[in-house]
């Protein structure tokens, strides 16, 4: 509905209640013209956004033929209360460690990963100059821009990080931004807790991600998707999908499926416990007393608008939004494999499909599989 149409649209009401018949005839004649040449225009600039490589002008192509508005609420008008008790009400699962204390490797340790100066500066490239700045302050611009001179510098903190095992705590630190789920907000669980990070910490993930991911062992369960080489979420539909088919084409069987998906499931992770399943898969010590210290002592507070919550220290959890947590999740939970042979579980991240294949209408193996689940 373009300014022309609308002109056209009150020049034509305007004919008509003349009564003049020659008039109104012409003035609608030329609001169908203008009708149709403001629907061709619409559909000029929209292949226009589907033809270019830009994914943000596809976007708006899309936005344009489903007429999508963005929500006006947000928790943006809210207060420092709010942003308190959103911070106690994120912090809900911690708990007590129950570990010994802290032990770090002595200092003459050799440890496997040793991250390369050129390795680093290809990171901060890579950086996407739009990603929101993290506690720290310092722009996604800013670093990909000076990748040149700080990669040298940001190298060998990283392999002192490593080599300690500790990470400063200014890296660690993050802001929790609350996202609404939906657009009426009824408790504060309709808040989705999305974690602003240092942009140069999700470097420094990223680097030891691809080290874990390099070394896991062949015998790593399979049905894990995420994060594995030549896999994806469409690799798990299938292989869902393909065991169930092939089961139902014998006489007299049928298929269930269960699919689960954990709440805060990156919020419960233990590190203690996963660092045990960490040394059990085969990663070097070094690096699984790192990823504790990463994840425990981490200064947490939440913005809301302007305001900020006052800052809390946690020790359970990975918070959403950091590089390594959807990868930490799928470790920390790479045992959890089926008991019975007639049922599969596939796991991307924390979404799990439970498939149970069932002959002779004998399904005790698979409510003994839920129930194994659910404990």
Not at 256 to 274: E, K
Not at 324 to 351: E, G, Q, R, V
Request: with cysteine; glycine share 4%.
């Amino acid at each position: 509905m373009t300014k022309r149409v609308l002109r056209l649209l009150r020049e034509r009401d305007i004919t008509f209640r003349s009564g003049d018949r020659a008039l109104y005839s012409a003035a609608r004649a030329d609001l169908k013209r203008g009708i149709r040449d403001a629907k061709a225009a619409q559909r000029r600039r929209i292949e226009d956004c589907f033809q270019s490589n830009n994914p943000r002008q596809v976007w708006k192509g899309v936005q344009h033929m489903t007429n999508y508005r963005p929500s006006n609420h947000s928790a943006m008008d809210g207060d420092t209360s709010l942003a308190e008790e959103l911070n106690h009400f994120f912090a809900r699962f911690e708990v007590e460690p129950t570990g010994a204390a802290k032990t770090h490797p002595p200092a003459h340790s050799s440890h496997i990963l040793m991250v390369e100066e050129h390795d680093v500066r290809r990171t901060m490239r890579a950086v996407n100059p739009r990603k929101a700045t993290g506690p720290d302050g310092v722009s996604g611009q800013v670093l990909r821009d000076c990748a040149g001179q700080l990669a040298g510098v940001f190298t060998k903190i990283f392999n002192q990080c490593i080599s300690q095992a500790v990470v400063p705590s200014c890296l660690k630190t993050f802001t929790i931004i609350p996202i609404p789920k939906k657009n009426t907000i009824s408790c504060l669980n309709d808040y989705r807790p999305v974690a602003l990070t240092p942009i140069i910490m999700k470097c420094f993930e990223k680097l030891v991600r691809t080290y874990i991911v390099s070394i896991l062992p062949p015998s790593f369960n399979p049905y894990p998707f995420a994060y594995r080489a030549n896999r994806s979420t469409e690799d798990a539909i299938a292989t869902a999908l393909y065991s169930a088919l092939c089961h139902l084409e014998q006489r007299g069987s049928y298929a269930r499926l269960l699919f689960v998906d954990f709440s805060s499931a990156f919020n419960t992770i233990l590190p203690d416990i996963l660092v045990t399943k960490l040394l059990d898969l085969g990663i070097s010590h070094t690096i699984c007393l790192w990823i504790r210290d990463f994840l425990s002592d981490r200064p947490q507070k939440v913005k809301v608008g302007r305001h900020y919550s006052s800052c809390l220290s946690l020790s359970t959890g990975s918070p959403q939004g950091c590089v390594l947590s959807p990868l930490l999740y799928t470790l920390y939970t790479h045992d959890c494999t089926p008991t019975h042979s007639s049922n599969t579980i596939i796991k991307f991240a924390d979404d799990t499909t439970v498939v149970g294949l069932i002959s002779g209408g004998d399904d005790s193996a698979y409510r003994d599989e839920v129930e194994q689940l659910s404990v």
